[in-house]
């Protein structure tokens, strides 16, 4: 009951409160970059699908925690959703400064991405780790294309975005270090189209 409660307690701060960051962002004492009215636009939106990976990502991370019943592994999780709540919090920094906002639909990607962390978690520790590596190495490979998109001016995106980026392959690492289990093919192209309809909608709503 605890382990639900404390799940639940997550879920509403993800979604509905000022998410707060325990290291300061990478973008601190950057001046904001004087951008036009469609660099903004863009550098909002990609901002945009990067916060809502990270609401997903706090959806997985609860859901593996609260299924396993392997007490290291669970601390190991709880660390990675922490490390994934500083990321939302610059993400929602950033969506502060480029006077944009949050996606829409928060609340059905973290359903779905806590229903999928849960699921994983129930077939084994080791799937549920492999799926931690599919995730997290997908996520690091969308930062990048985001660093060859975000407008070369807005340096403040930039530094949040890299150190994401090398934040998740550690975190894909730690979870192969851990015996992780291979996704088969299959699995890696059902999480790749479901990402891709997440951040084509996230982009715009």
């Not at 036009?36 to 925690?65: I, P």
């Not at 550690?170 to 289990?181: D, I, Y």
Request: glycine fraction near 4%; charge should be neutral.
């Amino acid at each position: 009951m605890d382990r639900l409660l404390s799940s639940l307690d997550n879920a509403l701060r993800t979604l509905f409160a000022q998410p707060r960051a325990s290291e300061s962002t990478p973008a601190a004492h950057m001046q904001e970059a004087d951008l036009n009215a469609e660099e903004k636009k863009l550098a909002g939106a990609l901002m945009r699908v990067n916060h809502v990976g990270e609401v997903c990502a706090q959806a997985l991370y609860s859901a593996q925690a609260l299924a396993t019943k392997d007490e290291a592994l669970r601390t190991h999780l709880l660390e990675a959703a922490r490390e994934e709540t500083d990321h939302l919090a610059w993400t929602h920094q950033r969506l502060q400064a480029l006077g944009d906002r949050p996606s829409l639909l928060n609340p059905m990607w973290f359903t779905g991405a806590f229903a999928l962390g849960w699921v994983a978690a129930k077939v084994s520790d080791r799937v549920s780790l492999g799926f931690v590596i599919e995730t997290e190495n997908q996520v690091a490979a969308h930062l990048q294309s985001h660093l060859s998109r975000l407008p070369v001016a807005d340096l403040a995106s930039r530094a949040v975005v890299a150190r994401m980026k090398d934040d998740e392959e550690r975190h894909a690492e730690q979870a192969r270090l851990r015996g992780a289990f291979p996704l088969p093919p299959i699995a890696k192209g059902m999480m790749k189209v479901a990402a891709k309809v997440m951040t084509t909608t996230a982009h715009r709503i």
